[in-house]
T-cell receptor
Framework: TQLLEQSPQFLSIQEGENLTVYCNSS?????LQWYRQEPGEGPVLLVT?????EVKKLKRLTFQFGDARKDSSLHITAAQPGDTGLYLC??????????FGPGTRLSVLP | ETGVTQSPTHLIKTRGQQVTLRCSSQ?????VSWYQQALGQGPQFIFQ???????GRGNFPPRFSGLQFPNYSSELNVNALELDDSALYLC???????????????FGQGTRLTVV
């Protein structure tokens, strides 16, 4: 069974600070996706990474896929209150459905 | 194009009852997956439907069943509801049933089911 772990589980920071959240597994994934979920809503896809070592940037968000495709990180620069939410990583393999991690709940205080 | 829509948004049922949740997939998407998200956890895969047939199932008992219709909309049925079935049920549609590197899943807003 493929499992994903995310850390930290909770994170509360001040507006303007930087942060990194992690997604780790003992399994290899062909792709990994990051989602943000707000209360009462479904997850919204932020990015998909597919190549080991790949780095993708989305404005103030930087995503990295580990060289061995077992882990990933999400770095947010100068966090804003609008970044508040549950950040989920999901690993996918060909012919398999996505396996989600438990999420990191981020709170950015003004 | 329309996104993924789920109904109802909220539902309260009594233990032992049956419930049907509905999902309309995004235009052009032929694959629908259902997930259960318990409070404070990530979504757990229930099953996927492609071309009206079940195409993969997670670790859920047979009382969780589904259907997909010719227009690719889908239903999730849960029989003999238990208190632990209380969760947010998410539907996701995608344009392909095999998760390739460029396959994206688009989620609906979910149905919040409470079993009392």
């Amino acid at each position: 069974t493929q499992l994903l772990e995310q850390s930290p589980q909770f994170l509360s920071i001040q507006e303007g600070e930087n942060l990194t959240v992690y997604c780790n597994s003992s399994s290899v994934f062909s792709s990994l996706q990051w989602y943000r979920q707000e209360p009462g809503e479904g997850p919204v896809l932020l990015v998909t990474v597919v190549t080991g070592g790949e780095v993708k940037k989305l404005k103030r968000l930087t995503f990295q896929f580990g060289d061995a495709r077992k882990d990933s990180s999400l770095h947010i620069t100068a966090a804003q209150p609008g970044d508040t939410g549950l950040y989920l990583c999901a690993g996918g393999g060909y012919g398999q459905n996505f396996v989600f991690g438990p999420g990191t709940r981020l709170s950015v205080l003004p | 194009e329309t996104g993924v829509t789920q109904s109802p948004t909220h539902l309260i049922k009594t233990r032992g009852q049956q419930v049907t949740l509905r999902c309309s997939s995004q235009s052009g998407h032929n694959t629908v997956s259902w997930y259960q998200q318990a409070l404070g956890q990530g979504p757990q895969f229930i099953f996927q439907y492609y071309r009206e047939e079940e195409n993969g199932r997670g670790n859920f008992p047979p009382r969780f069943s589904g259907l997909q219709f010719p227009n690719y909309s889908s239903e999730l049925n849960v029989n003999a509801l238990e208190l632990d079935d209380s969760a947010l049920y998410l539907c996701a549609s995608s344009p392909a049933h095999r998760q390739g590197p460029n396959t994206e899943a688009f989620f609906g807003q979910g149905t919040r089911l409470t079993v009392v």
